[in-house]
């Protein structure tokens, strides 16, 4: 069965309720609201009282969750530098060891130097 656009703008097309539509709604309305239980109407309070309840909850915990996140990478982000530093005061310390151990080397170094010029004279001395 093929519908054409003309079935289709037919289906489509706006119609009047007829008259009486909205007294009828209305009278629907005031029908459910009758049926309504005194237990449906606790049940409605509650469920009105307990969904903002869950909403301020939920908001809670995700200021919670935030809170411990950016917390936590605070705490990441100082251990980092911490480490950043302690590696530094490591190569500082290092160098300050390698110059102390050049003197020490230069020291020793100018020493033998002397010494062994003092054993050339005194080789050409009894020569």
Do not use: C
């Not at 703008?9 to 119609?15: G, I, Q, Y």
């Not at 606790?42 to 809670?60: D, G, I, N, V």
């Amino acid at each position: 069965m093929h519908f054409s656009e003309d079935d289709l703008r037919s289906a489509l097309e706006r119609k009047d309720p007829g008259e009486g539509f909205t007294q009828r709604v209305m009278a629907r309305i005031d029908q459910a609201e009758q049926k309504v239980s005194p237990a449906g109407r606790l049940r409605t309070w509650f469920l009105q009282l307990w969904w903002p309840l869950r909403l301020r909850t939920a908001l809670a915990a995700g200021l919670v969750a935030g809170l411990a996140l950016s917390a936590g990478l605070g705490i990441s982000h100082y251990r980092r530098f911490q480490e950043q530093r302690e590696g530094e005061m490591a190569k500082q310390h290092a160098v300050l060891a390698l110059r102390i151990t050049t003197a020490k080397f230069n020291h020793v170094l100018e020493r033998v130097k002397v010494s062994q010029a003092h054993e050339m004279k005194i080789r050409r001395e009894r020569l």
